[in-house]
């Protein structure tokens, strides 16, 4: 069984930043690839980025190139994903998931945590 817990939500003006942390808790040796996504009121979720167990890979949605940034320590077993010049339509609840493979599709993770809501005001 593999547990995620998500922090470090609020509410942000625009340009500022956030980071985000994913702490997971497994009873399991195996690996996880890493996923954040988003979902914004009347929207389905959708992709942000995503990082492989060994972070030596991720992936970026187009509209977060440049701007976020997702990384991990595994000693801590927490992902991260750093926001900067966050925009009002970042505005969503964040997910992380799990998955077994790294990829940029919700139907490819397997466990997720709760969420936290990002809130961007103009």
């Known amino acids: 069984q593999v547990q995620l817990v998500e922090s470090g939500g609020g509410l942000v003006q625009a340009g500022g930043s956030l980071r985000l942390s994913c702490t997971v808790s497994?009873?399991?040796?195996?690996?996880?690839?890493m996923g954040w996504f988003r979902q914004a009121p009347g929207k389905e979720r959708e992709f942000v980025a995503a990082i492989s167990w060994s972070g030596g890979s991720t992936r970026y949605a187009d509209s977060v190139k440049g701007r976020f940034t997702v990384s991990k320590d595994n000693a801590k077993n927490t992902v991260y994903l750093q926001m900067n010049s966050l925009k009002p339509e970042d505005t969503a609840v964040y997910y992380c998931a799990a998955g077994n493979v790294l990829g940029t599709y919700r139907r490819g993770y397997d466990y997720w945590g709760q969420g936290t809501q990002v809130t961007v005001s103009s």
């Open positions: 497994r009873r399991t040796s195996r690996t996880y690839a």
